[in-house]
């Protein structure tokens, strides 16, 4: 990894096109901005890996499959059971 | 831009797709045969850059988003304006505004990525990344929002606290 050091109001440039500046130093918080071309998407890493992660879990593998595509109605189906419109709650007249 | 929609009067499990509540622009295109590009794939799976959208009526108003460029991988998503309480509304940012090419936000058809546990109390959906598809251009993207939502939101929770503002 490159280590730079660098002070309030100070930028670094990447390629041609991105550019970092710390604008500001706060105990243990840095704010820093970010100009980088629209195409370029720009997250917190931390949130970015939750969301890869999260994707990752959700995959459905072989959804053709009809064992598979049957496993999951039924999951749902007990979710959808879970709540009935209040209208058909049990009870609830 | 900010969307929100008010599905309260619909019953979220009985959504048909002829009275469907979505905007008349994103129910027309909303068939099987419609083929969506996502130009930058979704994350951890950048290479799946086409879907389409299975509509089966036994998992209503789940849907599926299958890709064409891999044959495992598919979604279970779910509108999370159906599962989630008013609380609940998408700004989304002008970055990815200006990469779907979104101008109209009667144009953009909202999913939430559902992960489907055994236990349906333990089925989740993605709050905060939701998948939005502009139906003018049929581009989608996953769109990271910038509030505080869970990534892991208990659809069961969220319907019976839905169940209790009703009454």
Redesign the interface.
Known sequence: MLILTRKSNESIIIGNNILIKVLKVQGNQVHIGIEAP??L?V?RQE??E???????????????SQDK?KQ??E?????????S??EEKPGDK | MKIKRDFSESNWNKTQTGDSPYPKKVASLLKESVIFNFPEGIPAFEDARRFIILLNENIKPFVYLKSLDNDDLGFVCVDPFLVCSKDYSIKIPAKDLSLLELKDSGSALILSMVTVDRDPKNTTTNLLAPIIINMDNLTGRQVILEENYPVRFRIWEGLEDMGKNKS
């Open positions: 629209r195409e998407s997250y949130i970015y939750q969301i890869r992660k999260e994707n990752e879990n959700a995959v459905q593998a072989n959804i053709s595509i999951l109605e999951n749902l189906n007990n979710l959808k059971k879970l709540f419109p209040p």
